[in-house]
């Protein structure tokens, strides 16, 4: 079966989508990936968490789901996001992300690279959305995108939900902003969400959290020789961190091929003139994650 996004006479094209999640992936793990796409000349879009790093929360997910404690052995956690990490919002107060590091988010931009929105509090998301009131999404997005705006100078025009789990209720609030187009799924095809009306790009691509570094690159690039267009979901903690030997190796396996890395607006302005499918998202448990994502 085909694993690309689309008609098999689509371009080659790869989009990176760099997430960045906490205090310690903006502060290390972005310079590094701004150093690394530079020596490769690459533009990627950067989908940026801007408030509240509560990290150390996901210790209530280790006693509730014991697939996120096996995620967090085989991943070697603690070595990924370090000590402080582990304790924010508990034993030490949550540090502010994006909106800590201004200078950082302007050289992201100056350097080529997009910026778009990906978070106020990414880990009280992804733990706690399904209970959560739709106030308290609502109060989530405008606290996120009041922070995007004071940093960026304009608006997100693309939203990526946290761990790619959203809801009816998101997709509603979404509307009340400028957004061209969400990549909040692992769907395999991009298509047009029924509730929103926005084009969906999902990150359709493995990530190395997902299939381990040391498969990782060749299972990536197995893929790509398929050809087709591509995202592959990136996080600064992970390739900008400890793993960073590893998203250097696959940027040089694909500077082998023919593939065109493109930022994320560039493929949505080519998928503009294709007929997608529209359709509503729904919930699966993804090879190598702790909880369902949409696809
Ligand atoms: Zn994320």
């Known amino acids: 079966m085909r694993n690309s996004l689309g008609p098999i006479n689509r371009k080659n094209i790869l989009g990176l989508k760099i997430d960045v999640d906490t205090y310690i992936g903006m502060k290390q793990g972005v310079p590094r990936l701004l150093s690394i796409l530079s020596q490769f000349g690459l533009q990627a879009t950067f989908y940026l968490s801007m408030g509240p790093d509560a990290s150390g929360r996901a210790i209530l997910q280790l006693i509730k789901n014991p697939r996120f404690l096996k995620k967090m052995l085989r991943t070697n956690a603690g070595r990924l996001y370090g000590i402080k990490t582990a304790l924010y919002g508990t034993l030490l107060p949550s540090p502010m992300i994006a909106l800590s590091f201004p200078g950082l988010v302007e050289q992201i931009i100056s350097a080529g690279h997009e910026v778009e929105f990906h978070a106020w509090d990414h880990r009280r998301w992804q733990d706690e959305l399904s209970k959560r009131s739709k106030e308290w999404i609502e109060d989530w997005f405008e606290k996120g995108i009041q922070a995007y705006r004071r940093l960026v100078g304009n608006e997100p025009s693309s939203f990526g939900a946290p761990s790619w789990v959203i809801d009816d209720r998101v997709l509603e609030i979404v509307r009340q902003y400028s957004f061209q187009y969400l990549s909040c799924t692992r769907a395999k095809e991009p298509f047009i969400h029924e509730i929103s009306g926005l084009m969906e790009i999902p990150s359709n691509l493995p990530c190395f959290e997902e299939i381990g570094v040391n498969r990782g690159v060749s299972t990536i690039l197995q893929i790509l020789k398929d050809g087709g267009t591509h995202i592959l979901p990136v996080h600064a903690e992970a390739e900008g961190g400890i793993w960073d030997k590893y998203f250097i190796e696959l940027c040089e396996g694909v500077r082998r091929t023919d593939f065109e890395i493109l ?24 090879p190598g994650r702790s909880a369902p994502c949409a696809v």
């Open 263 to 286: 930022p994320l607006s560039k493929i949505q302005a080519l998928l503009k003139s294709e007929p997608l499918p529209v359709r509503k998202y729904r919930l699966e448990l993804l």
